[in-house]
């Protein structure tokens, strides 16, 4: 059974640098295929893609968010984290982590799974 | 980047009415998209991927299709727990969500 759980401070300031930690179980991060990502969601708005980490280390980040974001991994104790730095009010939302499979099977199949119950994040001074 | 968008943006249906939904990519994106559901208050749930494959446990009620550009998902026989926001997502280069269609009730 997969399950993801998403830890983080809460509240933050402006300028400062959000670290959050993807919890998970039922998976591992380094068996092919499998990865995680990082989407949030402002309070009654839609849902952003941030970032994914994969089984061979490759990273990805959404471009909109220049390179204000990392993502990375502790494989051994199933974990994922994300780090986005220079946090202000837009960062305001519920985070969540997502299992992440891709599979080929004569067509690319690559798709968020399992989800986290999300974890809160409030930029304010 | 490749742009989602997602029409009508919300929906007054009925128990029993077939629902369809619609996704225009910006760029062809093949079948490389899935489809999600989200209820209040909860996280949002696979329910199609490859833009026609339903996700284990789906009820067949959920069909998606297309290809391309236009995406299309249909909920035959609506009922009252399918009431929720639905997002596509492309993922042929990266990653980029709708931005949502609301089912309400009439």
């Known amino acids: 059974q997969v399950t993801l759980k998403e830890s983080g401070p809460g509240i933050l300031q402006p300028s400062h640098t959000l670290s959050l930690t993807c919890s998970f179980s039922?998976?591992?991060?380094?068996?092919?295929?499998?990865?995680v990502s990082w989407i949030r969601q402002p309070s009654g708005k839609g849902l952003e893609w941030l970032a994914s980490?994969?089984?061979?280390?490759?990273?990805y980040n959404n471009p909109s968010l220049k390179s204000r974001l990392t993502v990375s991994k502790d494989t051994s104790n199933n974990q994922a984290f994300l780090k986005v730095t220079s946090v202000d009010t837009a960062d305001t939302a519920t985070y969540y982590c997502a299992h992440t499979q891709y599979t080929y099977y004569g067509y690319t199949y690559d798709y968020f799974d399992y989800w986290g119950q999300g974890v809160m994040v409030t930029v304010s001074s | 980047n490749t742009v989602m968008t997602q029409s009508p943006t919300s929906m007054f249906i009925s128990v029993g009415d077939r629902v369809t939904m619609n996704c225009k990519a910006s760029q062809n994106v093949g079948t490389n998209v899935d489809w999600y559901q989200q209820k209040t208050g909860q996280s949002p749930k696979l329910l199609i991927y490859g833009a026609s494959n339903r996700y284990t446990g789906v009820p067949d009620r959920f069909t998606g299709s297309g290809s391309g550009t236009d995406f299309t998902l249909t909920i035959s026989n609506m009922q009252a727990e399918d009431l929720a926001v639905y997002y596509c997502?492309?993922?042929?280069?990266?990653?980029?969500f709708g931005a949502g269609t609301k089912l309400e009730l009439k």
């Open positions: 997502l492309q993922y042929n280069y990266k990653y980029t």
């Open positions: 039922g998976f591992s991060l380094s068996t092919y295929g499998m990865g």
């Open positions: 980490i994969w089984w061979n280390g490759n990273t």
